[in-house]
């Protein structure tokens, strides 16, 4: 059974109303990376770092999955095909949409204790101070993977990758490794490579197949095609 591994980035949800980080407009033009995405900042403002998450908390709340998530759960559900999708995305839309997804970079659903490691379900506001439900100390964070920190699940992925018949990764920029580094390990396992977005990304020359447009157009086309 041929095996699949996606690679999901903000673009995929793009169009059911999520800001993308780097596009024009985007998170990173809004917010420093340092003040609101980094162990410090959390250490230095943590009710600026709450707000941000809760905000976005709330919108992804808000939100629907599109075409394109959808394409994708049926893709994996269907006979025929072992599909892994792994994403980068902290919102649910694969799992609303009826997918499994490993979570590399954190969900804004989950809660973590950065004294003792316990996780639970995020309430949809957190507050300075959220008692750890476990340990009792007040030191709960959303459970995002900042920058400078370990994502989740490496060594799965990496196996996923070393076994995969094709790699396809759809709207991520290719500029934050490691998840910007899984084109070439899916190379060296020589895999089939398919990039999909709506421009080149910094990673669009280790790919050997493009298509390009909006995420929620091309990757049910593309799903079609291959069930078919
Ligand atoms: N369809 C397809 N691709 C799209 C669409 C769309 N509708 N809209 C935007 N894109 C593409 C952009 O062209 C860009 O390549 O999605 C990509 C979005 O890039 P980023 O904003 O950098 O998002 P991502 O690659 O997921 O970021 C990676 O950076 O800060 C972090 O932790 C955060 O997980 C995130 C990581």
Redesign the pocket.
């Known amino acids: 059974m041929p095996k699949i591994v996606l690679l999901t ?4 949800s ?2 059911s109303g999520l800001g ?4 024009e407009g ?1 998170l ?1 033009a809004q917010h420093r ?1 340092e003040d609101v ?1 980094t162990p410090e900042g959390f250490a230095r403002n943590p009710a600026l770092v709450h707000g941000f998450y809760n905000a976005r908390r709330a919108q992804a709340a808000a939100a629907t999955p599109n075409a ?1 998530h959808h394409a994708l759960a049926r893709l994996q559900q269907a006979d025929g095909f072992d599909v892994t999708i792994v994403t ?3 919102d649910g839309l694969h799992e609303m949409a009826g997918s499994t997804a490993i979570h590399m ?1 954190g969900e804004l659903s989950g809660a973590l204790c950065a004294a003792c490691d316990h996780r639970w379900p995020a309430p949809l506001e957190m507050s300075v101070g959220e008692p750890c439900p476990a340990c009792k100390a007040p030191t709960g964070r959303p459970d995002i ?1 900042w ?1 400078g920190e370990m994502p989740y699940h490496m060594d799965t992925i990496a196996d996923h990758i070393a076994e995969c018949d094709l790699f396809v990764a ?7 490794y490691p ?1 910007a580094g899984f084109v070439q390990e899916a190379n060296y396992a020589g895999a089939h490579t398919l990039e ?4 080149d ?1 910094d990673t669009s020359h280790a790919f050997r197949d493009h298509l390009v ?4 157009q ?1 990757v049910p086309r593309w799903v079609d095609s291959l069930l078919a």
């Open positions: 980035g903000a673009g995929i793009a169009e993308t980080f780097r596009d985007g990173w990376i995405a394109a980068q995305n902290v970079h993977v920058f759809i709207g991520t920029s290719g500029q934050v998840a999909i977005n709506l421009r990304s447009g909006p995420a929620s091309v």
